[in-house]
């Protein structure tokens, strides 16, 4: 079944550490999101990336990194300077031609211990 | 700029009465509209979705939502609530000639037996 994988489900990380998020998808859609969603916020976008080796900040982009070397990945890296890591954490990706709606993972709920 | 608000931070209904999820839109063009739903832990699911044409949409799950271009607003019907739809509901603002969306704070829904 085509759809986007996202691990690990839950991740706990130590202040001041870097951790990476996966999010992998078999649909062939060449835009990837990653939102972040904190209660009572709705999801606000962190990166997406239209294409293969480009992305664009979205709005709270700081203290986040991402690459995109192959279509089908689109990971996360949170770094210590991201200074309120915790959330949970979205993947999504559409097709790019004519209008689509976004297609999400399962999510990525991250915990600073 | 464009916004999205959904004024009903929670709502509580009986299973069986009718529902209504209010969204409303600030866009300068007509916009894609989106309404997805979210169970605890989990990505977002699709419902339904309105590019143009007909003003009222059908969605999975029983749920529908009319298009009112006067009032700015994409609200949510159901005729009659199930306790399965307890979830939060996000309403969704794509915009033409981008990548982005724009997603409501949500409504989280509580269904009583």
């Known amino acids: 079944d085509g759809g986007i994988t996202q691990s690990p489900k839950y991740l706990f990380r130590k202040e001041g550490q870097n951790v990476t998020l996966s999010c992998e998808q078999n649909l062939n859609h060449d835009a990837m999101y990653w939102y972040r969603q904190d209660p009572g916020q709705g999801l606000r976008l962190i990166y997406y990336s239209q294409i293969v080796n480009d992305f664009q900040k979205g709005d709270i982009a700081e203290g986040y990194s991402v690459s995109r070397e192959k279509k089908e990945s689109f990971p996360l890296t949170v770094t210590s300077a991201q200074k309120n890591p915790t959330a949970f954490y979205l993947c999504?990706?559409?097709?790019?031609?004519?209008?689509?709606?976004?297609?999400f993972g399962q999510g990525t709920r991250l915990t600073v211990v | 700029a464009q916004s999205v608000t959904q004024p009903d931070i929670h709502i509580t209904v009986s299973e069986g009465a009718s529902l209504e999820l209010r969204c409303n839109y600030s866009?300068?063009?007509?916009?894609?509209l989106f309404w997805y739903v979210q169970s605890p832990g989990q990505g977002l699911q699709l419902l339904l979705k309105y590019f143009s044409g007909d003003t009222l949409v059908q969605g999975i799950k029983g749920f529908e939502a009319e298009f009112k271009r006067s009032q700015s607003s994409f609200n949510l019907r159901k005729p009659s609530v199930h306790w399965s739809d307890a979830a939060e509901y996000f309403c969704a603002v794509g915009a033409r000639g981008t990548y982005k969306y724009i997603f409501g704070t949500g409504t989280r829904l509580k269904v009583l037996a």
């Open positions: 999504a990706s559409r097709v790019t031609a004519g209008v689509t709606e976004a297609f």
């Open positions: 866009y300068g063009a007509t916009p894609y």
